[in-house]
């Protein structure tokens, strides 16, 4: 079992940088690939980034390369996204979760319970 809670999220203006932040307890935080996932109001949960069991590899849904970048800390249990160059698309609760590298949610174990992100215009 694993237990993920996120924090970091809030209002911020079209521009802005808001960096999300997941800590981990439970089982060994190493053995998952890590991902994040947001989900706007009326919209399906969307795949945002991933990043490998060591960090080594990373990947991105199109509409954030070049402004998101996944970053994980194994020796304290975290993974972070930063945030760069938010647009109002960007609002919604953002979800961290445990699994595969992939960027199916279907295939993830384990999910925090998620943090708003709102880009106000």
């Known amino acids: 079992q694993v237990q993920l809670v996120e924090s970091g999220g809030g209002l911020v203006q079209v521009g802005g940088s808001l960096r999300l932040s997941c800590a981990a307890s439970?089982?060994?935080?190493?053995?998952?690939?890590m991902g994040w996932f947001r989900q706007a109001p009326g919209k399906a949960r969307e795949f945002v980034a991933t990043i490998s069991r060591a960090g080594a590899s990373t990947y991105y849904t199109d509409s954030v390369k070049g402004r998101f970048t996944i970053s994980r800390d194994n020796a304290k249990n975290t993974v972070s996204l930063q945030m760069n160059a938010l647009k109002p698309e960007d609002t919604a609760i953002y979800y961290c979760a445990a699994g595969p590298a992939t960027s199916r949610a279907s295939d993830y174990h384990y999910w925090g319970h998620g943090t708003q992100v709102t880009v106000s215009s």
């Open positions: 439970g089982r060994s935080f190493s053995t998952y690939a």
